[in-house]
């Protein structure tokens, strides 16, 4: 069986990637960077027009607003969602700083819910994906992983460098979620953004201490996460508000 089996929803699907890369783009710039031709790339295009996916503007194509109203409308109907929520806006008040519950999709971290304060310098946004082993909540997710599916994402993935603190040795990786299972946190320090910290802690679901739903994290500043705010006093709010959402879960 070929990688993909239907290869017109490929391209399709590179034809959206690249819209969300430019923002916004012209038949002849898409064809020239997918190396597909004008008239197959045109002709994607119309069909995502008419399927109220794509937008055009003389000549110009970018994505509509579809995405969102199916993507909330997903992320909306999950039970771990509405059960964490309440938490991440606690979290956000009780610590003034960025808060968000991530679960794990295609090898990535997501961030389904996100509540920022008014003081923080860089917001996070909803829906931002990230690669699991450069951030606190990512490292969570492959610590509740089997040591053969860790090296899997390793192969697959890669442990490409964010910023020059970015775990990128497969050794070093595994020292490393040995210590996230040992702590039940991890931490990530300026491993994702130069100058951004996060600490998360692991959403299991149910009695199953091993099935890993998710993550609720807080990220600030290096500033403002150091010393024992950030590793005694965050850790220990972050544990609490996820045990409560496990508590739920298993309800």
Known sequence: MTEYPVGSVRTTARVVRALEDNREAGVTELADELNVSKASVHNHLTTLERLGVVVSDAGRYRLGLRFLDIGIGVRDGMELHRIARPEVD?????????????????????????????????????GSRAPLHAT??????????????????VETVGLDPETDRTISNRSELHTELRSVTDRGLAFDRGELFDGMRSVAAPVRRGDDTDALAGALTVLGPAERLSGKRLEEDLPGMVLSAAKRVELELAD
């Open 90 to 126: 606690g979290l956000a008040q009780s610590t003034g700083e960025a808060t968000a519950l991530v679960v794990p999709e295609h090898n990535e971290a997501v961030y389904a819910a996100v509540e920022t304060s008014s003081r923080n310098d860089r917001r996070i946004r909803l």
């Open 136 to 153: 606190a909540a990512g490292k969570v997710v492959l610590a509740y992983r089997s040591r053969e599916a860790v090296e899997e994402y």
